[in-house]
Every structure is written in C-alpha cells, then in structure tokens.
C-alpha cells in the first residue's frame, strides 16, 4: 500500500472525487491529513477510514489502455447501488463480469 506522508501542499495527485488535482492542505496530528479542496484522505490515500483500497494516486489508474480493465472497472462501480453484489470479493464479482461478457 502506497504512503503518502511526505505529501506536500501544493504535489500534484490524481483522486477518485476530482481526477488530476493538487494537495491544498497537510494537517499534522489528524486521521485525515491529506486536504484536496474541500476532501480529506488518511496517510494512506484513503477517503474513509475503513475504506479497502485508496482513492488518491501518483498517476492516473484510468489511464490504461486495457478495455478490459476500464469495463471491469466501470461494471463493478455500477454494482454499488445493487445490494446483492455488495458482499462479494473482487475474484467473484470478475467472474460474474466474465460470465456476462462471454469472456
């Protein structure tokens, strides 16, 4: 997992909420010291501290050019509102996406 403490206000980072965007704050002693605008994220580039995975990056992870990557990716955020899928991993939920694309 990426750390993100030697962030600076001013660093330039890709996250989940505004893309392309630079750090406006860096606030010590807090569990969220990462300021974008009006967002916080941990150490760690999470937005919530529970979260599983980050939503702040060094680089933009969308910017790959595998189709299959970006469809997976746009498929499984549209799950999100649809309860039955909420508790299945990501090796589960990439089979469904598989068996649904004829993959």
Same mark, same amino acid.
């Given at each position: 997992?990426?750390? %993100?403490?030697?962030?600076?206000?001013?660093?330039?980072? @890709?996250?989940?909420?505004?893309? @392309?965007?630079?750090?406006?704050? !860096?606030?010590?002693?807090?569990?969220?010291?990462?300021?974008? &605008? #009006?967002?916080?994220?941990?150490?760690?580039?999470? =937005?919530? !501290?529970?979260?599983?995975?980050?939503? !702040?990056?060094? &680089?933009?992870?969308?910017?790959?050019?595998?189709?299959?990557?970006?469809? %997976?990716?746009? @498929?499984? #955020?549209?799950?999100?509102?649809?309860?039955? =899928?909420?508790?299945?991993?990501?090796?589960?939920?990439?089979? !469904?996406?598989?068996?649904?694309?004829?993959?």
């Amino acid at each position: 997992m990426t750390n %993100f403490e030697d962030l600076k206000k001013g660093d330039k980072i @890709w996250t989940l909420q505004n893309g @392309w965007t630079e750090v406006t704050d !860096i606030v010590t002693n807090s569990y969220y010291p990462i300021i974008v &605008h #009006s967002n916080c994220y941990t150490i760690d580039g999470k =937005y919530g !501290i529970r979260d599983k995975y980050p939503s !702040i990056y060094f &680089h933009d992870p969308l910017e790959s050019k595998d189709d299959f990557a970006i469809g %997976f990716a746009e @498929w499984r #955020s549209s799950l999100y509102v649809a309860t039955d =899928y909420k508790n299945l991993s990501t090796k589960e939920l990439l089979e !469904i996406y598989k068996k649904e694309k004829g993959l």
